[in-house]
């Protein structure tokens, strides 16, 4: 079965680099971290996973409501989970976990600032570098599918 996007129903593509796969959707920006690759990614970058504002990304949370979309792999409704704040965010940041641990879903470029809102001293930039290198221009242009 091919995944498919939470956001907007399209095929997810598959991205890897440096032995990290993500699914990412070509149309919307989102991306789709399986079962551990969060994890795998954190801790080969440097990033702090006690951190509270990643630490939320892997386990269980009293803070999280049933939302709409779907599970790219089982197709259950996911939750909706609010990151930590803390004093100086501009905005709340939600994501998307599927309720049966298959993975948590970002919308375009909300990875990013959850950990652009992370201490210095917790090693996000590291994960930042590399994110901006396994994605590059990857999601940047509209897809050239002709349901665009």
């Excluded at 598959?14 to 991306?31: N, P, R, T, W």
């Excluded at 259950?76 to 049966?100: F, I, N, S």
Aim: charged share 30%; net charge negative.
């Amino acid at each position: 079965m091919i995944p498919v996007c939470p956001q907007c129903d399209r095929s997810l593509m598959i991205l890897a680099y440096k032995g990290i796969e993500v699914d990412a959707c070509s149309q919307c920006g989102g991306v789709w971290f399986d079962a551990g690759e969060i994890e795998d990614l954190l801790e080969r970058t440097g990033v702090c996973l006690e951190d509270p504002r990643v630490a939320f990304l892997t386990r269980p949370s009293a803070r999280s409501v049933r939302g709409k979309r779907l599970c790219p792999r089982c197709d259950e409704r996911m939750e909706e989970h609010r990151a930590p704040a803390a004093a100086g965010d501009a905005e709340d940041l939600t994501v998307d976990r599927c309720p049966r641990g298959h993975g948590v879903w970002f919308d375009r470029g909300e990875f990013h600032r959850l950990l652009a809102r992370s201490s210095p001293s917790s090693g996000a930039n590291e994960a930042l570098a590399f994110l901006n290198e396994m994605f590059g221009e990857a999601l940047s242009s509209p897809s050239s599918d002709p349901k665009a």
